[in-house]
């Protein structure tokens, strides 16, 4: 097996195998202390249940990335920076850090229930760190041109530290509450994590095959850490589908949510357009999040208080599926929507594999702008699709009871 490969499955497998270990005695812990979720009117679960699945997640993956470089030199390769990007390698001490704090502030959230002011200010806290270690956006690359070079970078606009900062901090900030939000589902975040990661090592692989990265660097730069938080949500994910043994709690959830935005951060420093190609896989909650406030808000609601109108919570109740269904349902929006980020990456300018892979079949003829501009289009017919299913299954719903 190629050196590179066997350190990747060497990695998932190890983390895997830690992060179930550390869940399964966190639970143990959880349940002598008492330390459990009880169900409340908005809860999606009936009996008491431990929720410190962060746990495992956080520590485990902090070693592997740690790690990281010891698996480099197996594979016979000092761990130098890779020359197309500031990548998951060099920005694994920002996701160490926010690993770190967003476990702390977690727990103290699910153990002492913090008031929303101190937790916000500890979120601030926890948004702000990549950007201390470095991880902000630097550059942005009008539509049209050439946003990487395999000898350097050509980027147009130069963001600067207060512009790009800020940007990063209000995303980091905003997602990992997106993120604390829609974890209310058995499997349901960690799924998402897992398709999330998935098409970013799609997208990744296409981005070193335009830029002539040699495999070992691109396996060694982007896969062990790729394959580190893979493994670590697995293992999570044994404690918690398809019947929760524990949950994520605000513990997993936080720093999770946090390593999430800042690794897309990371990956698009000098590009914004591969921002948002990182962020197709994320739609799916980003809208849920931004649908529900807006949703509330012409309801005139109190957005500050705890609710059950999230997209997917409202398709919970107007079924009454399992939560294993409920995950099944939305799989292939997942799916759908990594796969349009694949194909909105492949058509940027400076890689465009859509526009000279020979396997890329009628997106050869296509121009770059009309293929982003279909992916948008479809990502949003997704969203929509999405959206009217659950108005259709609660309209069945309360015609179902009026008879």
């Known amino acids: 097996m190629n050196p590179g490969l066997s350190a990747c499955f060497i990695l998932f497998a190890g983390t895997a195998a830690l992060s179930a270990a550390i869940t399964g005695l966190a639970v143990f812990v959880a349940r002598r202390l008492q330390l459990l979720a009880h169900p409340v009117a908005r809860s999606s679960h009936a009996v008491p249940t431990p929720q410190v699945g962060g746990v495992g997640i956080c520590i485990a993956l902090g070693v592997a990335l740690v790690a990281v470089p010891a698996l480099a030199r197996r594979m016979g390769e000092a761990p130098t920076p890779a020359p197309f990007a500031p990548d998951y390698y060099d ?87 997106a993120f604390n939000f829609m974890d209310g589902v058995n499997g349901q975040s960690g799924f998402f994590a897992l398709n999330a990661l998935f098409w970013w090592a799609v997208i990744w692989l296409m981005r070193a095959s335009e830029s002539g990265i040699r495999q070992e660097l691109v396996l060694r730069e982007v896969f062990l850490p790729l394959s580190a938080a893979a493994g670590a949500v697995l293992g999570f994910l044994f404690w918690n589908f398809p019947r929760a043994r524990t949950f994520m709690g605000d513990s997993g959830s936080l720093p999770l949510g946090a390593a999430l935005a800042t690794m897309a951060v990371a990956a698009s420093i000098f590009h914004l357009d591969v921002f948002v190609a990182f962020c197709f896989p994320l739609a799916l909650f980003i809208y849920d999040v931004l649908y529900t406030l807006a949703w509330r808000a012409s309801r005139g609601e109190n957005l500050l208080t705890a609710h059950r109108s999230h997209l997917y919570q409202r398709l919970l109740i107007a079924t009454g599926w399992s939560h294993a269904r409920l995950l099944a349902f939305h799989l292939p929006f997942y799916l759908f929507s990594g796969l349009a980020g694949a194909v909105y990456f492949s058509s940027l300018a400076g890689y465009q594999w859509a526009c000279h892979n020979p396997r890329a079949g009628l997106c050869r003829w296509i121009p770059p702008e009309g293929i982003r501009i279909a992916c948008l289009v479809f990502l949003a017919l997704l969203l929509l699709a999405y959206t009217l299913l659950v108005w259709r299954f609660e309209k069945g719903r309360k015609e179902a009871h009026a008879s």
Do not use: C
């Open 91 to 177: 920005s694994r001490w920002a996701v160490i850090a926010v690993l770190a704090l967003g476990l702390a502030l977690g727990l103290l959230d699910d153990i002492l229930h913090m008031a929303a002011v101190p937790k916000l200010m500890g979120q601030i806290v926890l948004a702000a760190a990549p950007l201390l270690l470095g991880i902000s956006f630097a550059y942005a690359a009008f539509p049209g041109t050439e946003p990487y070079r395999t000898t350097g970078l050509a980027p147009s606009v130069r963001l600067g530290i207060w512009i790009g900062g800020a940007l990063a901090f209000l995303w980091i900030l905003f997602f990992l509450n």
